[in-house]
């Protein structure tokens, strides 16, 4: 009968407990290849918190071979670009046991994998007491692990409508800077939890899962990994103290309780696209939206040359808006008010010498200026009304 992904772990964990002695590193790696390739096979996408713990395995394992590879190496020898110092068997054991838990905690991944668990310690191990410069990473990094999952579901329960690509950004910069800075420490720190911070470790691989389900609406893959950042910021949190001997208990409950919203979408450039002429009036069924952007864009540029187009565009959505929004007919009076207003106010003593070139530009177009000022109110004031 042909192994499983289980025979073969199980055959793993027995060799490394017999010692990672020259004669089996090879064994053992052959039999964590194996496991990787045959739950790689077995679930190729993220759908749900069992695909994602599945992947989060078959990622983990990356950083277990590695080390079984360097286990016999000299002190001091680079795994994956990060000096482990003595502590490389501490690494493989930590992972080991690690894959061991996510498995047995998740009925799902025991249907395609379920390795037999280890004995526990007679001693659990003590959490690992942060210098000031690991206190101050990891207060924001659990922050961060929240609220960019905070964020994202803001984003999927709008339609996935908003800043997508900025929130992608910051979700890049997150992984690559707990990468960085656990590559940075090296030895017990990296040892224990390499497999929680890096790339290839649990924060990478729900990163990832993040930014893909952003990116392709995948609505629970995005749920997956707005689940598993929590709870491995959680993790982390329980297995270590602050500089001060503190537990990061009440950062982790701050950091779930904050409701963090992204950054509006980025409103687009005043200047369309080149394709058909927008008339002003409503697109069919969309109740006059699609001039949302022109209009806020128009507002918010100001210039004599906006007038006509913004009159133009705000009469097209009260119309399309009817009686039940009288607010577009408050700002279509606004605008037309606007420029008596300015014409009205005396200028400040700075800027006298400023007015009279708009008001000639206005005047020798024909048109009168539209005040700056006033224009980001409208603006404002329409996001209200109608967003």
């Excluded at 003590?126 to 964020?151: V, Y």
């Excluded at 392709?216 to 602050?242: C, F, I, K, P, R």
Aim: proline share 6%; net charge negative.
């Amino acid at each position: 009968m042909a192994l499983t992904a289980t025979d073969l772990f199980n055959d793993a964990t027995t060799r490394e407990i017999g010692g990672i002695g020259p004669d089996q590193v090879n064994l053992i790696v052959s039999d964590l290849v194996g496991v990787q390739q045959m739950l790689s096979a077995a679930d190729p996408q993220i759908n749900n918190l069992t695909d994602l713990h599945t992947h989060i395995i078959v990622n983990q394992l990356n950083e277990e071979i590695a080390s079984v590879e360097n286990a016999n190496s000299p002190t001091g020898t680079l795994v994956l670009g990060t000096d482990l110092g003595q502590y490389v068997g501490r690494a493989i054991n930590d992972i080991h046991r690690d894959i061991i838990d996510i498995a047995q905690a998740d009925p799902g991944v025991q249907a395609l994998f379920n390795p037999t668990p280890l004995p526990a310690l007679n001693t659990p191990a003590a959490p690992f007491h942060d210098n000031a410069a690991q206190t101050t990473f990891l207060t924001q990094w659990i922050q961060d692990s929240n609220h960019l999952g905070q964020m994202a579901t803001t984003i999927e329960n709008n339609g996935f409508n908003g800043d997508v690509a900025g929130l992608v950004q910051q979700i890049q910069t997150f992984e690559n800077n707990s990468n960085a800075f656990d590559q940075s420490q090296g030895g017990l720190f990296s040892a224990r939890f390499w497999n929680e911070l890096r790339t290839d470790g649990t924060a990478g691989t729900a990163a990832n899962a993040l930014i893909d389900g952003l990116q392709t609406h995948n609505t629970g893959e995005l749920n997956a990994a707005v689940q598993q950042l929590a709870a491995n910021s959680a993790d982390v949190g329980s297995n270590n103290l602050m500089a001060d001997g503190g537990s990061y208990a009440s950062e982790v409950a701050a950091a779930q309780a904050t409701a963090v919203t992204p950054n509006p979408a980025t409103p687009p450039a005043s200047t369309p696209p080149a394709g058909p002429h927008d008339t002003g009036g409503p697109a069919a069924g969309d109740g006059g939206n699609h001039l949302v952007a022109d209009l806020i864009a128009l507002l918010q540029g100001g210039g004599h040359n906006s007038v006509s187009a913004v009159i133009a565009d705000l009469s097209a959505v009260a119309q399309a808006a009817g009686a039940h929004n009288n607010g577009v007919a408050t700002l279509l009076t606004d605008l037309a008010a606007a420029p008596a207003a300015q014409t009205a106010a005396s200028a400040p003593a700075s800027t006298a010498a400023a007015a009279p070139v708009a008001a000639a530009d206005a005047a020798a177009a024909g048109t009168p200026p539209i005040d700056m000022h006033h224009s980001a109110e409208m603006a404002q004031h329409f996001h209200h009304m109608w967003g």
